[in-house]
């Protein structure tokens, strides 16, 4: 178990794909700077590394690290469960944050619970918020600066907020993109804390990785500017079509709910909301989607919603700037007509 440390730093585990710094990585950053200012102590990033990383450090304190806890060796190359957690635990033992933040990514899904097991600690999966207050327990005891980490519950019925008051570190993941990514600040300045962690014990190495084969993503639905997304209300996968076409003209992509989906008008990648992806576009048509509090927690941040509803009283609706109410099968080629007219 590791000890209560209120002194302790916020950190953010800086995730590596192929040579790459993932986003989702610098969003927490972001989350973690805030909660290491209300708690007035430093935030930090762990990276483990086995090749170059062009500017990782630089990119951790653009981003809000104060220290970048660096592991270099060659036997990290490749990322493997054992080393990886091995190198964090290590790291969590010796300087004991109060907090330890992962994307809920495969990779943090693999490594955080690997983490909370070793420490002995509690780890919130998908959060999708983080906060500090101070807790006050039924018995009247009061627990200051708690981290407050909030995600649906009971099958996204309610909003649940989870504390861990005894067994630290905090940990928690976040999905990619439900935290907005800052701008970097190329003038901070923070700390490289290079550490050695011994990885000699063969046992950490009884996986060999023989070949990586990575899939590209084919969708960028996180990345995307535009996106034109249609649920139970197209009708059809035929329908969806009409959509293609208009993220098409647009330069955006896809996007659906989860019972168009379920209905099989389109692929699961497409899916926006909870247990989707968080979009925040500049611009998100929605057609015949209803608004359910778990659409809209995908997407409710983006810059403009036009809705697209047969029904007047939708909840789309409260969210949206410009709403039209009409089917959306003849009101979707009227505004591809007019945005070519335009153009
Ligand atoms: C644990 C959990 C997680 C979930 N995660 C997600 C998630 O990630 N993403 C998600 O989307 N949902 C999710 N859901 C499901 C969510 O609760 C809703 O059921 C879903 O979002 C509804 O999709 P919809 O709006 O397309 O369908 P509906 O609720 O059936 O609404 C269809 C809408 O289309 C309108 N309509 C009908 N015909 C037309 C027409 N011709 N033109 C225009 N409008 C028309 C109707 O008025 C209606 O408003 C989750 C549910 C649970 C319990």
């Not at 708690?146 to 861990?164: D, M």
């Not at 804390?193 to 990885?199: A, D, G, N, Q, S």
């Not at 909870?274 to 057609?287: D, F, M, N």
């Amino acid at each position: 178990m590791i000890e209560k440390n209120t002194k302790g730093d916020v950190w953010v585990y800086a995730e590596v794909q192929d040579g790459t710094l993932q986003d989702v990585s610098l969003e927490l950053l972001g989350k973690a700077r805030k909660l290491a200012d209300k708690l007035g102590v430093p935030a930090g990033a762990v990276l483990p590394k086995g090749t170059e990383i062009s500017a990782a450090a630089d990119t951790l304190i653009a981003h809000g690290a104060d220290s970048v806890y660096l592991v270099e060796d060659t036997a990290l190359a490749d990322y493997r469960t054992e080393p990886y957690a091995h190198v964090l635990v290590e790291l969590i033992k010796k300087y004991r944050p109060q907090i330890v933040l992962f994307g809920a990514t495969p990779l943090g899904r693999d490594l955080a619970p690997r983490a909370a097991s070793a420490t002995r600690s509690g780890l919130t999966a998908d959060c999708t918020d983080l906060d500090i207050a101070d807790v006050t327990e039924k018995s009247g005891t009061v627990h200051p600066n708690l981290l407050l980490q909030v995600r649906p519950a009971f099958g996204g019925n309610i909003v649940a907020t989870i504390v861990n008051y005894d067994q630290w570190p905090q940990m928690a993941t976040v999905r990619e993109g439900v935290m907005p990514l800052g701008t970097p600040q190329k003038s901070r300045k923070g700390n490289v804390i290079k550490e050695t962690v011994p990885l000699t014990d063969q046992a950490l190495f009884a996986v060999e990785v023989i070949k990586r084969e990575v899939e590209k993503r084919k969708l960028n639905l996180k990345g995307a500017k535009v996106v034109v997304a249609g649920g139970a209300g197209m009708g059809s996968r035929d329908n969806f079509e009409l959509l293609f076409d208009l993220a098409g003209a647009l330069g955006g992509v896809v996007g659906a709910s989860r019972a168009a989906i379920d209905s099989g008008f389109i692929g699961h990648e497409h899916q926006i909301g909870q247990t989707g992806t968080t979009v925040r576009p500049a611009l998100y048509i929605a057609c015949g989607i209803s608004g359910a509090i778990q659409h809209r927690s995908g997407m409710e941040d983006s810059a403009k919603i036009i809705a697209v509803n047969t029904d007047r009283e939708a909840p789309i609706f409260s969210i949206a700037h410009y709403g039209i109410v009409g089917d959306a099968k003849q009101v979707v080629p009227m505004l591809l007509r007019a945005f070519k007219e335009r153009n």
